[in-house]
């Protein structure tokens, strides 16, 4: 069964540009959960989707967006780039069904870098 | 705010110890705790940890939950250089109803040949 695929792997963008990921799920898994890793915030929640819809969120500004399509692919959107978006994009796919916890399985990441 | 600590920060050993890795926590009615292996990208899946007092058994690694004492562990006996890496503890908040999970700082395991 194939893994977690994140596009792409390695991206440079420049202040106020704006950046697009896409993740892939594990085959059959409906949620998708997106995470920023920084050296020095850790690894930090910023969404999950569930069939197409965003069910929980984290506390980042509102220029961090994602969304879901009904192959369970998701891409997340960062507009207005900062310096400080600069990480390590990681996404995370699960069963996801509500009523028990699911192992989430992450994806290889996408380092962005903004200049 | 749900907050996760890990310890040690980081630790060195050879070839062959045992180590105990610590996480502690300040989320209660959690669903689940979970423990990953960070080496270059991608966190690896270690442990799903639900019921206090029930140890999970993978080969060298094994880990268990204390709920009323809020912490897990998580063991490794006859390390090897491969252990080497970044060690996650996750949790997952009440009321979350998917997979939003909380992260501890990690331990950073070195293990000398």
């Known amino acids: 069964k194939a893994g977690v695929t994140q596009t792409p792997r390695y991206l440079i963008k420049t202040r106020g540009q704006q950046v697009t990921l896409s993740c892939s799920p594990i085959s059959g898994h409906r949620s998708v959960s997106w995470y920023q890793q920084t050296p020095g915030q850790g690894l930090q929640f910023l969404f999950e989707y569930f069939s197409e819809t965003q069910r929980n969120k984290g506390n980042f500004p509102g220029r961090f967006s994602g969304r879901q399509f009904s192959n369970s692919r998701s891409e997340m959107n960062v507009s207005t780039l900062e310096l400080g978006d600069s990480a390590l994009y990681l996404c995370?796919?699960?069963?996801?069904?509500?009523?028990?916890?699911?192992?989430?399985?992450f994806g290889p990441g996408t380092r962005l870098t903004v200049t | 705010e749900d907050k996760v600590v890990q310890s040690p920060l980081s630790l060195v050993v050879h070839e062959g110890d045992t180590v105990t890795l610590n996480c502690s926590y300040e989320v209660t009615n959690f669903r689940s705790l979970l423990w990953y292996k960070q080496e270059k990208k991608a966190p690896t899946f270690l442990f799903m940890l639900t019921s206090s007092g029930i140890e999970k058994k993978s080969g060298r690694l094994s880990s268990i939950l204390d709920k009323k004492e809020l912490f897990s562990i998580l063991n490794i006996t006859a390390t090897q250089t491969g252990d080497s890496a970044v060690y996650l503890c996750a949790v997952e908040p009440p009321g979350s109803y998917g997979n939003k999970l909380v992260f501890g700082a990690g331990t950073i395991l070195r293990v000398k040949s």
């Open positions: 995370a796919s699960s069963l996801g069904t509500s009523g028990a916890p699911y192992e989430q399985y």
